[in-house]
């Protein structure tokens, strides 16, 4: 059974920076794509960034283009967000998951195992 754990996640200032990090299990973690999601309260979970197997490719969801970036570090079977520039609309529980294959999507169906989530808080 894959286990996924996020951490970093807390209570920052609008305009500030977090780091959140995604440790997974498994001995396969390279052969992947992994995602970050997230769910502010009364809404549907959206998605944010994917990063393929390799790490070679990413992709952003527009409303955080330019001051997110996902990354990889195959050795340690760790994914990362960086999230600058925040706003209070970002506030929200940010997931990570695993995809089904080395490839990466937008849509949730695609990743077959998720994180508990980390609680991200950006006040104005």
């Known amino acids: 059974q894959v286990q996924l754990v996020e951490s970093g996640g807390g209570l920052v200032q609008a305009g500030g920076s977090l780091r959140l990090s995604c440790v997974a299990s498994g001995r396969t973690f390279s052969s992947y794509g992994m995602g970050w999601f997230r769910q502010a309260p009364g809404k549907e979970r959206e998605f944010v960034a994917h990063i393929t197997g390799s790490g070679g490719s990413t992709y952003y969801a527009d409303s955080v283009k330019g001051r997110f970036t996902v990354s990889r570090d195959n050795a340690k079977s760790t994914m990362y967000l960086q999230m600058n520039s925040l706003k209070p609309e970002d506030t929200a529980v940010y997931y990570c998951?695993?995809?089904?294959?080395?490839?990466?999507?937008?849509?949730?169906?695609?990743?077959?195992?998720w994180g508990q989530g980390t609680q991200v808080t950006v006040s104005s």
């Open positions: 998951a695993r995809g089904r294959g080395a490839g990466a999507g937008t849509w949730s169906s695609t990743y077959a195992y």
